[in-house]
C-alpha cells in the first residue's frame, strides 16, 4: 500500500470527448503527411507545381478537343491556331477501331452480343458465390460465340458440341476400368460423330444461317479481344498440365514438358507469330487451309502457356511437401488430391503471376498488327493513319488505344486482387 | 501410480514387416527391420533422431519407399502397385509432426473430403461422421474455422480426427508432440489414450515416456536404421539390456 492517500473511489464517470481539432480529420492528415517538416514542405509544394503544370500543359487539349469534323484539316481549321486535340478521328472511325474495316456493318450486332453473352459466361467462373448452374451456359459460350462471330448455320458449333459432349461422356463410361481405353474410345466416338455430322452441316448450309464473315475480315478491338480471350482461356488449364508435367514421375512425359517450355520460352513471340503467318504456309501441303487466326491463338495459347507453366510450378513448388503426404496418406490418388488438395492451394499462390502473364499476354495481341492483322493498333497505324484525311493524328489515336486497353488491364488486375482477399484463409 | 490403458490383443497380424532394407541414396536407412505387430497392439517406436523411426512409419503406408524386404499391412502385400498402394492407405490412418492440415478447407471440410471421394460416402453422412469424431476429439464447436485460427494442439486433434473419419484399422503417429507448447501437449496425449483404450492398434514414434508407460504393449528402441531393443515397458525402462538404450534412456529421464 503506498503512503499518501492511494485510496481514490471516482463517483462521477467522464463521458467521451472529441479529439482536438489538429488531432482530427483532415487537418491532422495534411499535417501528418504534407507539412510534417520543412523539408516535407518544400516537397509538398514542388509536387504541387508539377502537377498544375502538367494539367495546365494538358486541359486546354482536351477541352479544345474538336469532335465534329472530316478531316484533320478541317480540325485545324475550326481550332484556328490553339492548341487542341483532334477526337473526331474517333468519332468518324468509331466502327473501324473496333471491328476493323472488313466486318459488315449491318452485322456490328453479332459481336456487340457475343460479348454482352461473355461477361454472363465469366461471370460464374469468376465469382464463386453464384449458383453453380450458371456454368452450363459458360461450357456452351464458346460454340455460341463462334456463330455469332463468324456465322453461318448454327449445326457446325452444335455438332462440334455434341461432338464434345459424346466424347466426354465415352470417356466417362469406359475410362473407370481404364484410363487409357476410356480416352482413345472417347476421341475415336467424337471423331466419328464430328465426320457424320460433317454430312449433315454440308447439305444443310443455308439452316438458320447468319452471313459469314472470314476470319481476314476480322478487325479492330474485337480482334484483340478475340485472340486475348481464347488465347488466356485455353492456356491457364494448357499451363497449369504442363507444370504438373514437368512434375510427373514419368521421365518422358517430364521431358516433352521441359522441352516445350523451355523452346517456348526461349523464342520471342513475334517469331512464333511469323511462323504462324509465313513459315507454316511453307511446310504444310498446298491444299491445307488452317485459318490464320487459329494458327496465331495456337501460337499465342502455347506462348501463355509456357510462361503460366512455370508461375504454377512455382507455386507447387511453394507447397510444403507435408500437403501431398497428407493427401496421400487419407488414401487419395493422384489426381484428387491435385484437384481437391495441392491446385487449389498451388493456384492461389500463382494468382498474382497468371494474372501478370495473362494481362501482358492481352497486350501482346497487339503484336499481330506487324503480321498485317488490323486489329486496333493494326487499324490506327494502317488505313487510318495513312488515310489522307487523318494522317499525322497520332496522340488522339494512340491515347484512346492505350485507354481502351488500361481500362481492360485495370480491371483484370483489380478483379485479382480481390480474389485474392476472398481466398485469404489463414488470418481471418 | 498410472493408470494403464492395456486391452486384449488379438492374434490376428496387422503389419508384418521381414527384412526389410530401405536406402537414401547410398545412405543405409533402414536395416533389416522385422517387426510384427497384432491387431488391437500399441507400439512405441524411440531413438535418437536419424535413427531412422519416422522412416519405419512412413513405409508402412508407402510415403517411402523400401527396396527390399516385405511389408504386409492387414493381409495386403505393399508393392510398388498403385491399387495396393492406396487401398493400405485408406485403411491406415497417419497423424504427423506438423499436422499438415489443409489450410484452405474448413475443419468440417477437412474431415469429410477423403470420405466423400475416397469412401464414396455422401456428403450428409461424411458430415455426421465428421461431428462424431470431432466431438470425440473435443472440438466439434470449431468445425467451421479454417486451421490457421486453431492452436497447435486443436489443429493436432483435428488431424486425428481427420484420420479417424475414415475408419482406419490401424493409426500410425510420427511425433505428434513435438511441435506443440508444452500445455497443449496434454490434450493431444488425453486424446490419443482415449483411442488406445477403444482398442486401437497404433505405431506411435515419440519421446512421451510417460505415454510409453501407460499406453504401450511395446517399447521399441531404434537406432543406426535398426532395431536395437524391444521389450514391455516394465521392463524397458527398469532394466533395459543394451548399452546404447541405457545411454538414450538415461539422457532422456535423466533431467
Same mark, same amino acid.
Given at each position: 500500500?503506498?503512503?499518501?492517500?492511494?485510496?481514490?473511489?471516482?463517483? /462521477? @464517470? #467522464?463521458?467521451?470527448?472529441?479529439? =482536438?481539432? %489538429? !488531432?482530427?480529420?483532415?487537418?491532422?492528415?495534411?499535417?501528418?503527411? &504534407?507539412?510534417?517538416?520543412?523539408?516535407?514542405?518544400?516537397?509538398?509544394?514542388?509536387?504541387?507545381?508539377?502537377?498544375?503544370?502538367?494539367?495546365?500543359?494538358?486541359?486546354?487539349?482536351?477541352?479544345?478537343?474538336?469532335?465534329?469534323?472530316?478531316?484533320?484539316?478541317?480540325?485545324?481549321?475550326?481550332?484556328?491556331?490553339?492548341?487542341?486535340?483532334?477526337?473526331?478521328?474517333?468519332?468518324?472511325?468509331?466502327? /473501324? @477501331? #473496333?471491328?476493323?474495316?472488313?466486318? =459488315?456493318? %449491318? !452485322?456490328?450486332?453479332?459481336?456487340?452480343?457475343?460479348?454482352?453473352? &461473355?461477361?454472363?459466361?465469366?461471370?460464374?467462373?469468376?465469382?464463386?458465390?453464384?449458383?453453380?448452374?450458371?456454368?452450363?451456359?459458360?461450357?456452351?459460350?464458346?460454340?455460341?460465340?463462334?456463330?455469332?462471330?463468324?456465322?453461318?448455320?448454327?449445326?457446325?458449333?452444335?455438332?462440334?458440341?455434341?461432338?464434345?459432349?459424346?466424347?466426354?461422356?465415352?470417356?466417362?463410361?469406359?475410362?473407370?476400368?481404364?484410363?487409357? @481405353?476410356?480416352?482413345?474410345?472417347?476421341?475415336?466416338?467424337?471423331?466419328?460423330?464430328?465426320?457424320?455430322?460433317?454430312?449433315?452441316?454440308?447439305?444443310?448450309?443455308?439452316?438458320?444461317?447468319?452471313?459469314?464473315?472470314?476470319?481476314?475480315?476480322?478487325?479492330?478491338?474485337?480482334?484483340?479481344?478475340?485472340?486475348?480471350?481464347?488465347?488466356?482461356?485455353?492456356?491457364?488449364?494448357?499451363?497449369?498440365?504442363?507444370?504438373?508435367?514437368?512434375?510427373?514421375?514419368?521421365?518422358?512425359?517430364?521431358?516433352?514438358?521441359?522441352?516445350?517450355?523451355?523452346?517456348?520460352?526461349?523464342?520471342?513471340?513475334?517469331?512464333?507469330?511469323?511462323?504462324?503467318?509465313?513459315?507454316?504456309?511453307?511446310?504444310?501441303?498446298?491444299?491445307?487451309?488452317?485459318?490464320?487466326?487459329?494458327?496465331?491463338?495456337?501460337?499465342?495459347?502455347?506462348?501463355?502457356?509456357?510462361?503460366?507453366?512455370?508461375?504454377?510450378?512455382?507455386?507447387?513448388?511453394?507447397?510444403?511437401?507435408?500437403?501431398?503426404?497428407?493427401?496421400?496418406?487419407?488414401?487419395?490418388?493422384?489426381?484428387?488430391?491435385?484437384?481437391?488438395?495441392?491446385?487449389?492451394?498451388?493456384?492461389?499462390?500463382?494468382?498474382?503471376?497468371?494474372?501478370?502473364?495473362?494481362?501482358?499476354?492481352?497486350?501482346?495481341?497487339?503484336?499481330?498488327?506487324?503480321?498485317?492483322?488490323?486489329?486496333?493498333?493494326?487499324?490506327?497505324?494502317?488505313?487510318?493513319?495513312?488515310?489522307?484525311?487523318?494522317?499525322?493524328?497520332?496522340?488522339?489515336?494512340?491515347?484512346?488505344?492505350?485507354?481502351?486497353?488500361?481500362?481492360?488491364?485495370?480491371?483484370?488486375?483489380?478483379?485479382?486482387?480481390?480474389?485474392?482477399?476472398?481466398?485469404?484463409?489463414?488470418?481471418? | 501410480?498410472?493408470?494403464?490403458?492395456?486391452?486384449?490383443?488379438?492374434?490376428?497380424?496387422?503389419?508384418?514387416?521381414?527384412?526389410?532394407?530401405?536406402?537414401?541414396?547410398?545412405?543405409?536407412?533402414?536395416?533389416?527391420?522385422?517387426?510384427?505387430?497384432?491387431?488391437?497392439?500399441?507400439?512405441?517406436?524411440?531413438?535418437?533422431?536419424?535413427?531412422?523411426?519416422?522412416?519405419?512409419?512412413?513405409?508402412?503406408?508407402?510415403?517411402?519407399?523400401?527396396?527390399?524386404?516385405?511389408?504386409?499391412?492387414?493381409?495386403?502385400?505393399?508393392?510398388?502397385?498403385?491399387?495396393?498402394?492406396?487401398?493400405?492407405?485408406?485403411?491406415?490412418?497417419?497423424?504427423?509432426?506438423?499436422?499438415?492440415?489443409?489450410?484452405?478447407?474448413?475443419?468440417?471440410?477437412?474431415?469429410?473430403?477423403?470420405?466423400?471421394?475416397?469412401?464414396?460416402?455422401?456428403?450428409?453422412?461424411?458430415?455426421?461422421?465428421?461431428?462424431?469424431?470431432?466431438?470425440?476429439?473435443?472440438?466439434?464447436?470449431?468445425?467451421?474455422?479454417?486451421?490457421?485460427?486453431?492452436?497447435?494442439?486443436?489443429?493436432?486433434?483435428?488431424?486425428?480426427?481427420?484420420?479417424?473419419?475414415?475408419?482406419?484399422?490401424?493409426?500410425?503417429?510420427?511425433?505428434?508432440?513435438?511441435?506443440?507448447?508444452?500445455?497443449?501437449?496434454?490434450?493431444?496425449?488425453?486424446?490419443?489414450?482415449?483411442?488406445?483404450?477403444?482398442?486401437?492398434?497404433?505405431?506411435?514414434?515419440?519421446?512421451?515416456?510417460?505415454?510409453?508407460?501407460?499406453?504401450?504393449?511395446?517399447?521399441?528402441?531404434?537406432?543406426?536404421?535398426?532395431?536395437?531393443?524391444?521389450?514391455?515397458?516394465?521392463?524397458?525402462?527398469?532394466?533395459?539390456?543394451?548399452?546404447?538404450?541405457?545411454?538414450?534412456?538415461?539422457?532422456?529421464?535423466?533431467?
Amino acid at each position: 500500500m503506498a503512503k499518501n492517500n492511494a485510496a481514490f473511489v471516482r463517483h /462521477q @464517470l #467522464i463521458e467521451e470527448q472529441a479529439p =482536438p481539432i %489538429t !488531432e482530427r480529420g483532415v487537418v491532422k492528415w495534411v499535417r501528418e503527411n &504534407l507539412f510534417s517538416s520543412p523539408f516535407n514542405v518544400i516537397m509538398t509544394l514542388l509536387s504541387l507545381w508539377v502537377i498544375y503544370s502538367i494539367i495546365a500543359g494538358v486541359a486546354p487539349w482536351f477541352i479544345n478537343g474538336v469532335w465534329n469534323a472530316n478531316s484533320v484539316r478541317d480540325c485545324y481549321d475550326i481550332l484556328d491556331g490553339a492548341t487542341g486535340a483532334c477526337f473526331a478521328v474517333l468519332k468518324e472511325r468509331f466502327p /473501324q @477501331l #473496333i471491328y476493323g474495316f472488313k466486318y =459488315p456493318s %449491318t !452485322e456490328y450486332w453479332r459481336p456487340n452480343t457475343a460479348v454482352i453473352l &461473355l461477361l454472363f459466361a465469366l461471370a460464374p467462373i469468376l465469382f464463386r458465390k453464384l449458383p453453380r448452374k450458371f456454368l452450363l451456359f459458360s461450357l456452351i459460350y464458346p460454340f455460341l460465340a463462334y456463330w455469332l462471330i463468324w456465322g453461318g448455320t448454327p449445326l457446325v458449333p452444335v455438332v462440334a458440341f455434341l461432338g464434345f459432349v459424346i466424347g466426354i461422356y465415352c470417356f466417362r463410361r469406359f475410362s473407370a476400368n481404364a484410363f487409357a @481405353l476410356g480416352a482413345i474410345i472417347g476421341v475415336i466416338a467424337a471423331n466419328i460423330f464430328w465426320v457424320l455430322g460433317g454430312y449433315v452441316v454440308d447439305a444443310n448450309e443455308t439452316f438458320l444461317a447468319l452471313q459469314a464473315v472470314p476470319s481476314r475480315d476480322m478487325g479492330g478491338f474485337m480482334l484483340n479481344i478475340l485472340l486475348g480471350t481464347i488465347a488466356v482461356a485455353l492456356s491457364i488449364p494448357l499451363g497449369i498440365l504442363l507444370a504438373l508435367g514437368r512434375k510427373s514421375n514419368m521421365p518422358i512425359i517430364k521431358w516433352i514438358c521441359v522441352l516445350f517450355i523451355e523452346f517456348i520460352r526461349g523464342v520471342p513471340l513475334i517469331t512464333l507469330l511469323f511462323v504462324a503467318n509465313v513459315i507454316l504456309a511453307f511446310f504444310l501441303p498446298p491444299e491445307t487451309s488452317i485459318d490464320l487466326i487459329l494458327r496465331v491463338i495456337v501460337m499465342m495459347t502455347f506462348f501463355n502457356a509456357a510462361y503460366i507453366a512455370e508461375v504454377v510450378r512455382g507455386g507447387l513448388a511453394a507447397l510444403p511437401s507435408g500437403q501431398y503426404e497428407a493427401a496421400n496418406s487419407l488414401g487419395l490418388d493422384y489426381s484428387k488430391s491435385m484437384r481437391f488438395i495441392i491446385l487449389p492451394q498451388a493456384l492461389k499462390i500463382s494468382i498474382p503471376g497468371i494474372v501478370n502473364t495473362c494481362v501482358g499476354m492481352l497486350k501482346d495481341t497487339t503484336l499481330v498488327s506487324i503480321i498485317s492483322m488490323f486489329d486496333l493498333v493494326g487499324m490506327i497505324r494502317g488505313p487510318i493513319l495513312s488515310s489522307t484525311s487523318w494522317n499525322g493524328v497520332y496522340w488522339e489515336l494512340f491515347g484512346a488505344a492505350a485507354t481502351i486497353f488500361f481500362v481492360v488491364c485495370f480491371s483484370v488486375s483489380k478483379y485479382s486482387q480481390w480474389l485474392e482477399r476472398q481466398l485469404e484463409t489463414s488470418n481471418r | 501410480m498410472i493408470k494403464q490403458a492395456k486391452n486384449e490383443v488379438s492374434d490376428e497380424i496387422a503389419i508384418g514387416i521381414k527384412g526389410m532394407n530401405k536406402w537414401f541414396g547410398s545412405f543405409h536407412a533402414l536395416r533389416d527391420i522385422d517387426l510384427t505387430v497384432n491387431q488391437g497392439e500399441r507400439i512405441v517406436v524411440c531413438g535418437p533422431s536419424g535413427s531412422g523411426k519416422s522412416t519405419l512409419i512412413r513405409c508402412v503406408n508407402a510415403l517411402e519407399e523400401h527396396q527390399s524386404g516385405q511389408i504386409i499391412v492387414d493381409g495386403i502385400e505393399l508393392t510398388s502397385d498403385i491399387k495396393n498402394i492406396d487401398k493400405i492407405r485408406s485403411e491406415v490412418g497417419m497423424c504427423f509432426q506438423h499436422f499438415n492440415l489443409f489450410p484452405h478447407l474448413t475443419i468440417l471440410e477437412n474431415c469429410t473430403l477423403a470420405q466423400i471421394w475416397v469412401r464414396k460416402t455422401p456428403k450428409v453422412e461424411a458430415e455426421e461422421i465428421a461431428m462424431h469424431f470431432l466431438e470425440k476429439v473435443k472440438i466439434p464447436e470449431q468445425a467451421d474455422k479454417y486451421p490457421g485460427q486453431l492452436s497447435g494442439g486443436q489443429q493436432q486433434r483435428v488431424a486425428i480426427a481427420r484420420s479417424l473419419c475414415m475408419k482406419p484399422r490401424i493409426m500410425l503417429f510420427d511425433e505428434p508432440t513435438s511441435a506443440l507448447d508444452p500445455e497443449m501437449i496434454k490434450e493431444v496425449l488425453d486424446t490419443m489414450i482415449q483411442l488406445a483404450e477403444d482398442g486401437m492398434t497404433m505405431i506411435v514414434v515419440t519421446h512421451e515416456m510417460g505415454f510409453a508407460r501407460q499406453v504401450a504393449n511395446r517399447v521399441i528402441f531404434m537406432d543406426m536404421g535398426q532395431i536395437v531393443e524391444q521389450n514391455e515397458p516394465e521392463e524397458f525402462f527398469n532394466n533395459p539390456q543394451s548399452d546404447r538404450t541405457k545411454l538414450f534412456l538415461s539422457q532422456i529421464l535423466g533431467h
